[in-house]
């Protein structure tokens, strides 16, 4: 069974930075997508950053206009694991972070890792 598990959320002052981690386990393919969404009470969940790879189209990544420039998306191909550096962090940014993978086909989602950001 295919698990994502996020690390690195957390309480941050304006203007800080925070990175969060994603690792899936039980799998033993690798993911050619992967991406942070994210997500506030009362609102639909929305993309950060994204990711895909294809050894015919290469790599791609998307970022929302919003933290472009301020969020930075990696990834470990090898270890199935997906990065998320955020910079400048300001009080917007406050969400539940989720990590999200495409499997063989199939999404995963991670349990969410909460990140405020306040003085």
């Known amino acids: 069974q295919v698990q994502l598990v996020e690390s690195g959320g957390g309480f941050v002052q304006p203007g800080g930075s925070l990175r969060l981690s994603c690792v899936a386990s039980?799998?033993?393919?690798?993911?050619?997508?992967m991406g942070w969404y994210r997500q506030v009470p009362g609102k639909q969940r929305e993309m950060v950053a994204i990711?895909?790879?294809?050894?015919?189209?290469?790599?791609?990544?998307n970022y929302a206009d919003s933290v472009k420039g301020r969020f930075t998306i990696s990834r470990d191909s090898a270890e199935n694991t997906v990065y998320l550096q955020m910079n400048s962090l300001k009080r917007e940014d406050t969400a539940v972070y989720y990590c999200?993978?495409?499997?063989?086909?199939?999404?995963?989602w991670g349990q969410g890792t909460q990140v405020t950001v306040s003085s």
């Open positions: 039980g799998s033993m393919f690798s993911s050619n997508v």
């Open positions: 990711t895909t790879s294809g050894s015919t189209s290469g790599s791609t990544t």
């Open positions: 999200y993978m495409v499997i063989r086909g199939r999404n995963y």
